[in-house]
């Protein structure tokens, strides 16, 4: 069985910084490339960031670019996502992904979804 699950969301002032996490499990981690997405309420679900297998290869949303940094641990079948200077508009449900062989921006290509965790972020 395949799962994904995140950790690591909660309730941060602007400004702040936190970091989730996402353990694959029933898949062999270092076969996915791996994104998060994001979903704000009333809003489309949109792509943050991805990572290639290796890690060699980042890709980031305009609007996170040089706050958001996403890495993986492929000897812990986690991929994180480090949020620093965080902004009201980073509200949202935080969902990771795994995409097989490549990733895309399009949530469409993504294999296998985690369960979303909360981040919200205060004025």
């Known amino acids: 069985q395949v799962q994904l699950v995140e950790a690591g969301g909660g309730l941060v002032q602007a400004g702040g910084s936190l970091r989730l996490s996402c353990v694959l499990s029933g898949r062999t981690f270092s076969s996915y490339a791996m994104g998060w997405f994001r979903q704000a309420p009333g809003k489309e679900r949109e792509f943050v960031a991805s990572?290639?297998?290796?890690?060699?290869?980042?890709d980031y949303t305009h609007s996170v670019k040089g706050r958001f940094t996403i890495s993986r641990d492929n000897a812990k079948n986690t991929v994180y996502l480090q949020m620093n200077s965080l902004k009201p508009e980073d509200t949202a449900v935080y969902y990771c992904a795994a995409a097989y062989f490549s990733s895309t921006t399009v949530p469409g290509s993504y294999d296998y979804w985690g369960q979303g965790t909360q981040v919200t972020v205060s004025s």
């Open positions: 990572i290639s297998r290796s890690g060699s290869s980042t």
